[in-house]
């Protein structure tokens, strides 16, 4: 199998010499969870030539219905396990590292990658995330999901600190915003690896009106 048959339909977008240019990339996707296991469909068969997973978490049974990586087979397993091996068995072209780790852990191995992408689901630890990504000079991309409701920011100069850091854990989340939120993450990320423009420092929040129109939000971060 060639490179330019498995990415036929993205060279036809974007040529070849772009295509082959994501396979020097590589990124770190923090949380293999709804968000991380989005990201991981989409950007691992996108041509990154490597992705490293991290996640301290199993396979729960309540995770598999938004979950999208995960099968019932999959219960008790490592979640960043699991997604590595989903990646490596749907694309030959692409090298993956699972660390089976907290992000605390995993930031001291101090590890450079050309994008960050949060897929946590607690604001403490994207805090961390974006204190690492500034020391590293590395942007990251972030992004969370509550009921009907997402929000992505490319953060790059922007202070993180404007929101209100605290153990805040996520409600009821419908498995289709999981699904919403995690593509238009994957979409930054591939626009900016590709090297296609990218708006970034700005908040984008979609949410579901009562009466079930989709609205789209821009908000300007503040900077560092």
């Keep these: 199998m060639r490179q330019s048959e498995y990415f036929h339909r993205q060279i ?12 020097d990339k590589k990124i770190a996707i923090i949380g293999s969870g709804g968000l991380g296991c989005t990201l991981a469909q989409a950007l ?13 978490d199993k396979v729960s049974i309540h995770n598999i219905h938004r979950q999208i990586a995960f099968t019932l087979e999959d219960e008790g397993k490592s979640k960043a396990k699991s997604v590595c091996r989903l990646i490596e068995s749907k694309n030959p072209f692409a090298t993956t590292v699972a660390f089976d780790m907290t992000f605390e852990a995993f930031a001291r191995m101090e590890n450079s990658y050309d994008l960050l992408l949060d897929a946590t689901d607690n604001l403490t630890v994207r805090s961390e995330i974006d204190r690492y990504a500034k ?4 942007p990251w991309i972030y992004a969370s999901v509550e009921e009907f409701n997402g929000q992505v920011c490319f953060f790059d100069k922007a202070n993180f600190e404007v929101f209100n850091i605290s153990d805040h854990k996520p409600g009821g989340i419908t498995a289709p915003i999981v ?16 090297g296609l423009s990218v708006l970034k420092d700005t ?13 789209t939000q821009k908000f300007t971060m503040p900077k560092a």
């Design 12 to 23: 036809q977008l974007w040529g070849e010499k772009r295509q082959e240019s994501l396979q």
């Design 44 to 56: 691992g068969t996108s041509g990154i030539g490597e992705i490293h997973m991290v996640d301290f």
């Design 135 to 138: 020391h590293r000079k590395m």
């Design 179 to 194: 699904m919403h939120i995690g593509s238009l993450q994957a979409n930054l990320a591939l626009r900016y690896l590709a």
């Design 203 to 215: 908040l984008y929040y979609l949410y579901f009106s009562d009466e079930g129109e989709l609205i």
